[in-house]
């Protein structure tokens, strides 16, 4: 009888298998990457060269192809991300700019699947425009994952809000959805990967379970944290958290 094999209680073999995996969908993410952002593009270059001139069928393929090819190409970016920081290979680059601009960005990336379902998102600032030094591209990221996670869980013609408070070293940025809320129980399951709870929205939604996750271990790599709160029926709150540096606008 082959001798059986026992647990590594040192979690060795746990962490070397996760490695592993992780390597092994970078790899496989990156194969994936160059020919369907070669579909993406094609896709949108037939429907924009078509116009009004495409047949009802031909147009209706075309929009199919282009819309499922970028459903892939997200998932592979997110992907490559969750990759990334797992291998701790996260480039962070810090710059300076508006937290404004940066919100109004993240809304704009959002703004067509909110009109989808006609809803509203409302954003809700501090008095004074403040200049903040962190990596604007990330930070643009984690909120275009919390306000597309709040959009696709809410109602059609709810609203989505998104309100920032400042604090002495740190910003909070809260997206507040007005949808069905999630169960006590269920909360500590919403950042683990690929979870999606038992719900009539979830079931309607293409989502994989990707983005409130990675969203929080970006946060993380940044030295801050999201956090959930919710209420069955009263929908749910996302706040991420995180220590940022002031920038005197008249001296930038």
Not at 5 to 15: E, I
Not at 59 to 64: G, T
């Amino acid at each position: 009888m082959a001798p059986s094999s026992k647990p590594d209680p040192s979690g060795k073999d746990t962490v070397e298998s996760n490695k592993t995996r992780s390597r092994f969908i970078a790899s496989i993410t990156h194969e994936f990457r160059t020919p369907l952002t070669s579909i993406v593009a094609a896709a949108d270059r037939l429907l924009a060269e078509q116009g009004d001139t495409a047949n009802e069928k031909t147009a209706l393929y075309l929009d199919m192809i282009s819309r499922n090819s970028k459903r892939l190409h997200e998932l592979v970016e997110n992907l490559l991300d969750l990759s990334d920081i797992e291998e701790d290979e996260l480039w962070l680059t810090e710059t300076e700019f508006t937290l404004y601009g940066a919100v109004k960005d993240a809304v704009a990336l959002i703004q067509p699947i909110a009109d989808t379902k006609s809803q509203r998102i409302v954003t809700e600032f501090p008095g004074i425009e403040t200049m903040i030094k962190a990596d604007r591209e990330r930070l643009v990221q984690i909120m275009e994952h919390l306000l597309s996670n709040a959009c696709k869980y809410s109602p059609d013609g709810r609203e989505v809000r998104l309100k920032v408070t400042l604090r002495e070293g740190q910003v909070e940025v809260s997206v507040a959805d007005e949808g069905d809320g999630i169960a006590e129980d269920e909360l500590p399951l919403v950042f683990d990967e690929f979870t999606r709870l038992d719900n009539e929205i979830t079931k309607a939604s293409t989502g994989r379970g990707l983005g409130l996750s990675i969203a929080r271990k970006l946060a993380k790599a940044m030295g801050g944290d999201i956090s959930a709160s919710s209420e069955v029926g009263e929908g749910s709150v996302f706040t991420l958290t995180m220590p940022v540096q002031t920038v005197d606008s008249d001296a930038a």
